[in-house]
């Protein structure tokens, strides 16, 4: 089977492995000619990602895996085409579709009759039937569903693990009718050692996504609000969670200091409406949690005006070289508001990509400051002593991630989120 994988990031390039490793031959598409040329140079690209360090180079010397820049080198003989590039929103929230139109209309005129297109990219309900199907007609002069198959799967994985998630979870598929769910379900079933659900329709799969990533937002948020409540009343929420997560009908997540990465902050806004109220407003709570920690910070030390914070992790999870709606952006932002003068350090970012985010990187590390506010604790923190900073007097405990009482050890205030 010849398959093309447009879009050769975080997912794609775990996508084009795993199809490459059940025998198929696999050509990736993308703009990026350097990412092409990482590929081809038998180079994995996407650091930290188990496996593909292992795997890749071998699939690109045995010619079951390649990457290209040219559309129709890669999709001209294609048997299924799978569409795997970012839709984020813009300034308003509102769906950006622009890379994945113009992955869409690059792709369609070099698109074989007959061929199987499947949408990975997480989009609003309706994506596939209404804009990508139309796209591809309009440049072909073919009817989706009589004269090519078109189908909707999300991707369900996350950064750092995709290959084992794809052996994990359920695969969903719907197609815009009948044959192209069968010709779907039948192409993963082929490549993928995971369950594959068939639903109703393209609209359904569609949907399924959107709510699965909506539930998180939700349930992320009534934590977060459970951790106000907790910080006025002097709760230890942690505690309380876990008391009640021990009754099986509850799930209560972990709250924080925001939510980052290409999904919770972005695709909860595909449904969300002026008749969605819990969505928005989940999303609003979300959203003022880094301002609300900078606050706390603020009061447990009497004023920020003049001090020096340290941000500790640019990434929006530990362990994960992701950088995408990272809550160390708004803390940033709301600590600096505050008369903070703002540091940001990661050990999965060089000084010079900090800056490129924007931020500002510590002269050096450790340092004298004031406040420490932690936003993803990476593993290569753990040894980090706390009394290697000089005129340290609070730790703002973004992620529930440290011990209060060896904070206190170190001469500095606790300062938690309902904790």
């Excluded at 609003?124 to 198959?149: E, Y």
């Excluded at 959107?210 to 977060?224: C, H, K, P, S």
Aim: aromatic share 6%; net charge negative.
């Amino acid at each position: 089977m010849n398959i093309a994988i447009v879009g050769l990031g975080k997912i794609g390039v775990p996508l084009a492995v795993q199809f490459a490793s059940k025998g198929a031959m696999v050509a990736g598409y993308d703009v990026s000619t350097e990412r092409v040329a990482e590929i081809n140079g038998k180079r994995n690209p996407i650091a930290g990602e188990p496996g593909l360090d292992e795997q890749l180079p071998a699939l690109v010397a045995s010619g079951h895996l390649r990457a290209t820049a040219d559309a129709r080198d890669a999709v001209a003989g294609a048997d299924a085409v799978v569409l795997i590039v970012p839709v984020d929103v813009d300034a308003a929230h509102a769906p950006d579709f622009s890379l994945l139109d113009a992955a869409v209309d690059a792709i369609a005129p070099h698109l074989k009759r007959d061929a199987l297109v499947i949408v990975e990219t997480t989009v609003p309900v309706g994506t596939t039937r209404q804009r990508v199907g139309p796209r591809i007609a309009a440049a072909t002069g073919m009817t989706p569903g009589a004269d090519f198959a078109l189908a909707f799967s999300p991707e369900r994985v996350s950064s750092g693990r995709v290959l084992r998630d794809l052996r994990a979870y359920p695969k969903i598929v719907g197609g815009i009718d009948e044959r192209s769910t069968e010709r779907a379900v039948a192409f993963y079933r082929a490549l993928l050692d995971a369950e594959v659900t068939p639903v109703r329709d393209a609209e359904t799969a569609e949907f399924s996504k959107l709510a699965e990533t909506v539930y998180r937002d939700v349930n992320i948020a009534l934590a977060n609000e459970f951790a106000r409540i907790a910080d006025r009343l002097g709760v230890d929420l942690p505690q309380a969670i876990a008391a009640a997560n021990s009754q099986p009908y509850s799930h209560i997540h972990q709250p924080g200091v925001g939510v980052g990465g290409h999904c919770i902050p972005v695709y909860p806004y595909f449904l969300a409406d002026n008749s969605a109220a819990l969505i928005n407003t989940a999303r609003r709570i979300n959203d003022g949690m880094a301002q609300y920690g900078a606050q706390r910070l603020a009061d447990a030390l009497g004023s920020l005006a003049g001090a020096t914070v340290v941000v500790l992790g640019l990434a929006y999870r530990a362990g994960v070289k992701e950088s995408r709606h990272s809550s160390a952006f708004g803390l940033a932002s709301a600590l600096a508001d505050l008369g903070a003068t703002v540091y940001v350090h990661d050990p999965l970012y060089s000084d010079g990509e900090i800056r490129a985010h924007g931020l500002v990187p510590p002269p050096l590390f450790p340092l004298p400051c004031d406040a420490l506010a932690v936003q993803a604790w990476h593993e290569q923190y753990a040894a980090l002593d706390l009394r290697a900073f000089p005129g340290l007097r609070a730790v703002l405990d973004g992620r529930g991630a440290l011990d209060p009482a060896a904070v206190a050890a170190a001469g500095a205030v606790y300062v938690g989120i309902g904790r």
